[in-house]
C-alpha cells in the first residue's frame, strides 16, 4: 500500500491529518479556506462568526477570544456590550470612551480625570486630581483640583496619623 498523498486537487505532499497535508491542514487549523480546487493560494482571511465581532477567525470559525470563552464555558457568547459607567474596586468611576487620551487600554477613563483633562488640558507627571469633598463619585470639575503627590497626600493624612512607606514610619502633625 503506497504513501497517501493530500487530497486537495494539485497537491502531492504526503497526509498529515484530515486528509490533507502539513500546510493545507495548518491553513485549515488557521481558519482559511482553500480559494479552488488545484489553487493553493489563500482567500481573505474570515472573520469571527460571533455577530458584530470583526477579528480574524482563528479557530473553529471564532477570534481568540470567543474560542476561549468556548472551551472555558462551553459556548463562545456574545461580546458584551460595554456599559457607559463602572465603578473600580476603589469606588472611582470609570467611563467608557476608547478614544480618549486617558483611556487605559480596556477603553475606559477614570471620569474625574478625564473631567479634569477636558476643562484644562494636560495632567503633568506626578501629579494627580483630588476631590475636594473627597467623594469620588462627585466629578464636577468644580470639586475637582490638581495637586502633586506630595499635597495630594497632606490632604488624606490627619494631624497625629502615623505614615508608613519604604522608608519607614512618620508621625504627621502634633509634634512632628
Known amino acids: 500500500m503506497g504513501k497517501r498523498t493530500c487530497s486537495v486537487e494539485g497537491c502531492e505532499k504526503p497526509v498529515k491529518n484530515r486528509g ?3 500546510m493545507h ?3 485549515w487549523r ?6 479552488a480546487p488545484g489553487d493553493l493560494r489563500f482567500r481573505e482571511p474570515r472573520t469571527c462568526s460571533v455577530e458584530c465581532c ?5 479557530s473553529r470559525g471564532w477570534c481568540g477570544t470567543h474560542y476561549a470563552r468556548w472551551r472555558i464555558k462551553g459556548d463562545p457568547g456574545t461580546a458584551p456590550a ?5 465603578s473600580t474596586s476603589s469606588t472611582y468611576v ?3 470612551a476608547p478614544g480618549h487620551p486617558l483611556a487605559h487600554g480596556d477603553g475606559y477613563v477614570l471620569e474625574h480625570r478625564k473631567v479634569w483633562f477636558d476643562a484644562h488640558g494636560d495632567i503633568p ?6 476631590h475636594k469633598d473627597h467623594d469620588k463619585m462627585n466629578n464636577v470639575v468644580e470639586n475637582l483640583e490638581r495637586l502633586t ?6 490632604q488624606h493624612v490627619q494631624s497625629g496619623m502615623s505614615i508608613r512607606n519604604q522608608y519607614g514610619s512618620f508621625l504627621v502633625g502634633k509634634g512632628a
Open 20 to 22: 490533507w497535508c502539513s
Open 25 to 27: 491542514y495548518q491553513r
Open 30 to 35: 488557521n481558519g482559511r479556506d482553500f480559494a
Open 54 to 58: 470583526e477579528r480574524p477567525a482563528k
Open 82 to 86: 460595554a456599559p457607559a459607567h463602572r
Open 94 to 96: 470609570r467611563i467608557w
Open 125 to 130: 507627571p506626578g501629579h494627580h486630581i483630588h
Open 149 to 154: 503627590a506630595s499635597e495630594h497626600q497632606a
